[in-house]
């Protein structure tokens, strides 16, 4: 048993070791002075330096952002009201309906940003920022649904009830009541929704147009061009950073939303 | 003479599907009275409350607040305070805000909200308890602040449903005298749905008695339990009834299986069933001066504190009978033995079948 024990201890951290060491590799590389991948010499900002004079960055990451948040608040409004139908709701294809609110989690992203993309052109819809927040959404709004619907199941609506007999209409009930009990699983469905959407790469370079890019597409046209550099590393580190401060907003969040 | 009714329903029928939840229910409900619907669960009390409280629109029927035809107005208008099962208070408010929450609605000034939370929170004694989260509070003082929250926009109503069946038993025993103090008080109409008869029948002036949808009677505790209309409520009210089915012969005899058993009323006809309580059953080697005699072997004496549960077999039929007092406790027949069971006419009450 204590063999077993002490095996499966080194295999979990042998796992997060491959997992985790190419980033750890990399963020530290990122601040490492010569060019070289393989020797860390001095302590340096300058590849920083670098990534923040260059316009394009600045450009691709103001892109990244408002992309980013109008994807959000769309996906929130439509993910609440597909949550809250079938959750309240029983209508007839109400079970299809559920199965196809998983479907953009489970297909191939290539696919789905394939097909967008020949929809696009067949449709002769210009390609640009709203192809690019359209696909985005298209499956943000799944991500949504599937977190707040989660919260809404065990939902009391009593409490909307009892809003009513306190002289409450269905406006004021929504605005005071039910938006402000769910606000912890939508904070939490907001990030989620909006770091999927800064992170996404495939989507992205099959839907935008000429000259627009986010983050994740200049970063993989540097890699494309000049493979690995560490002028590239610490935009990656960069871009890891907002990341990850937006997954910890969201642990914080889903952790209140437990309580 | 017309008198105040706080609420009356006419007719009501909620069907859900092929079930008919409420059955052509007509109550008059008084002012400030404290009226509780009783009955098992699944017999359409709750949907009635809901139905006075606008959360449950009936399919035929009217319902009036204060001789006022409500039943096509949205219950946020209809100035009725509901307290729930499940209590309801807003998780995201403290004490306060929850029970301002009403007034907030009613666009009552600052100054004022703060008056009336002040006056309630004295009334459901939770002074000093305003800024407390809903989930540091103990069950009890949940109670009360649902309480509280419905009560301090002076409802014309208060409608309580199964408030008390969280709570444990002690609680409960405590809050049920609190209520009816409150209620005293506040000088308001409380309809208090509840399955539970010992609620019912110490907080009420007087109690519907539902089953399947329909009301099977409406009285004072005391009359349903001493003159219940038929053999259901006869069996629901009290711990215990006998109940021994049989024909008329004539005025206050009926033909029963055990033999002839005289009763003190009279005016019904054909199959009937015959009432007696357990408490008015004498028991003892010999009895005199009973209307209604009968011989029988003890089965069991289950001894149940301040009385003793006699079940005694009558030719196959087992009657229960509870002895009380101090001087029959030292005294229990064991199984077996041969006993006589009597009582006066006037114990045992003719009341139709129930159908």
Redesign the interface.
């Known amino acids: 048993m204590k063999v077993i024990r002490s095996f499966l201890k080194i295999f979990t951290v042998m796992v997060f070791l491959f997992l985790y060491s190419p980033i750890i590799a990399m963020v530290i590389f990122s601040f490492n002075e010569s060019k070289s991948l393989a020797v860390f010499t001095n302590f340096s900002l300058k590849w920083y330096e670098k990534v923040i004079a260059n316009p394009e960055v600045w450009r691709a990451l103001y892109n990244s952002f408002w992309v980013g948040a109008v994807v959000t608040i769309i996906s929130l409004i439509l993910g609440l009201m597909m949550a809250m139908a079938v959750t309240r709701y029983s209508f007839t294809g109400k079970t299809i309906l559920e199965s196809f609110i998983l479907i953009p989690i489970i297909i191939p992203e290539i696919a789905e940003a394939l097909s967008l993309m020949m929809m696009y052109i067949f449709l002769n819809i210009p390609l640009g920022p709203v192809t690019v927040i359209i696909g985005h959404i298209a499956f943000d709004i799944s991500f949504v649904t599937v977190v707040m619907r989660a919260r809404m199941v065990g939902y009391?609506k009593?409490?909307e009830?009892?809003?009513?007999?306190?002289?409450?209409?269905e406006l004021?009930t929504f605005f005071?009541?039910t938006l402000?009990?769910l606000?912890p699983a939508i904070l939490a469905a907001g990030l989620l929704a909006f770091t999927l959407s800064f992170d996404d790469l495939i989507k992205t370079l099959f839907t935008t147009g000429p000259g627009f890019k986010t983050l994740p597409l200049v970063i993989w046209s540097y890699a494309a061009r000049g493979g690995v550099s560490p002028e590239l590393n610490s935009l990656s580190s960069f871009a890891l950073s907002i990341s990850f401060l937006f997954a910890i907003f969201r642990l914080r969040a889903e952790r209140r939303m437990g309580r | 003479m017309s008198e105040v009714y706080s609420v009356e329903l006419e007719n009501v029928v909620k069907r859900f599907g092929s079930v008919v939840a409420v059955d052509h229910v007509n109550l008059k409900i008084r002012e400030n009275e404290f009226f509780s619907l009783l009955g098992p669960s699944g017999c359409g009390k709750t949907t009635t409350l809901r139905i006075i409280a606008g959360l449950e629109e009936p399919d035929e029927g009217i319902v009036k607040l204060y001789g006022k035809d409500v039943t096509d107005i949205p219950t946020y208008k209809r100035n009725i305070g509901m307290v729930f099962q499940h209590l309801a208070l807003f998780p995201h408010m403290n004490v306060f805000e929850n029970i301002a929450f009403g007034l907030k609605m009613r666009k009552l000034p600052r100054e004022e909200i703060k008056r009336e939370v002040k006056r309630i929170l004295e009334i459901v004694k939770l002074e000093g308890l305003e800024n407390r989260r809903i989930n540091q509070l103990s069950g009890g003082q949940q109670q009360r602040v649902a309480l509280a929250r419905a009560l301090v926009i002076n409802p014309e109503v208060l409608l309580l449903d199964e408030p008390l069946g969280a709570l444990d038993l002690k609680i409960r025993q405590h809050m049920m005298v609190e209520l009816k103090n409150i209620q005293k008080r506040v000088k308001t109409t409380f309809i208090y749905v509840t399955h539970d008869q010992t609620e019912a029948m110490t907080m009420s002036d007087r109690i519907a008695i539902m089953k399947d949808g329909r009301i099977q009677q409406v009285g004072a505790p005391l009359e349903v339990y001493y003159k219940p209309s038929n053999t259901f409520v006869a069996s629901f009210i009290g711990e215990a009834v006998n109940l021994i089915e049989g024909e008329i012969k004539e005025n206050g005899i009926v033909d029963t299986s055990l033999g002839v058993i005289y009763c003190s009323e009279q005016s019904a006809k054909g199959k009937v069933a015959v009432m007696i309580r357990p408490e008015n059953v004498e028991i003892d080697e010999k009895i005199d001066g009973v209307d209604n005699l009968f011989k029988g072997i003890v089965q069991a004496a289950i001894f149940k504190g301040s009385y003793i549960e006699y079940r005694v077999d009558i030719q196959g039929i087992t009657f229960i009978v509870h002895k009380h007092g101090e001087e029959n406790l030292g005294k229990i027949y064991p199984p077996g033995a041969t006993v006589e069971v009597g009582w006066k006419k006037n114990s045992s009450l003719i009341i139709p079948v129930q159908s």
Request: charged share 20%; aromatic share 6%; net charge neutral.
């Open positions: 009391d009593s409490i009830e009892a809003a009513r007999t306190l002289g409450a209409n004021q005071r009541i402000p009990t606000y």
